[in-house]
């Protein structure tokens, strides 16, 4: 991948998907699920957790592969925890889902798809027009296609 296609690449995610915000949801989340853990451990007996900065191990521990951490001792941690566990993960895969089909989906979205859409289905109603109606049609696509040849003009020089 050339550096010009990667800069787009980063840039169309950053711009055109969920990615940036929640990964910065994600990470306050961990921030502040990993401050009431060590809150609710930093004074219970036998717990491994004596700092924050094992508290923020330990967030990154178990979200990425649930089993390698040491189990919180008291139940108001082990609800942190848990709850930390499940949306952690669901945010985390959720974001890798809605960026990739948001990224892949966008050029299906663009402005010329609305448009050709909306010609496709009006296209279908023409049945149900009167003479008069057909005429005005006429006369706004003749319009159409003076300003589409002028257009078609001007980028050509």
């Known amino acids: 991948m050339s550096r010009s296609r990667l800069k787009r690449f980063i840039k169309d995610v950053s711009i055109y998907t969920p990615f940036t ?8 989340l961990w921030l502040l699920f990993c401050a009431g853990l060590y809150l609710s451990e930093r004074s219970v007996e036998g717990s491994s957790i004596k700092s924050y900065t094992e508290a923020l191990y330990w967030g990154v521990a178990a979200f990425s592969t649930a089993g390698i951490a040491d189990k919180p001792v008291s139940g108001l941690a082990q609800l942190i925890g848990g709850l930390w566990i499940v949306i952690g993960s669901v945010l985390f895969f959720g974001t890798i889902v809605a960026t990739v089909t948001t990224y892949f989906m966008r050029p ?5 798809k609305k448009i050709i ?11 149900d027009l009167t003479i008069d109606e057909l005429d005005l049609l006429k006369e706004t696509v003749d319009t159409l296609i003076a300003h589409v040849e002028h257009l078609k003009k001007k980028h050509s020089r």
């Open 21 to 28: 915000r929640m990964v910065l949801l994600m990470v306050v």
């Open 117 to 127: 859409d909306t010609i496709e289905y009006n296209l279908e109603q023409l049945n």
């Open 108 to 112: 299906m979205q663009g402005p010329h």
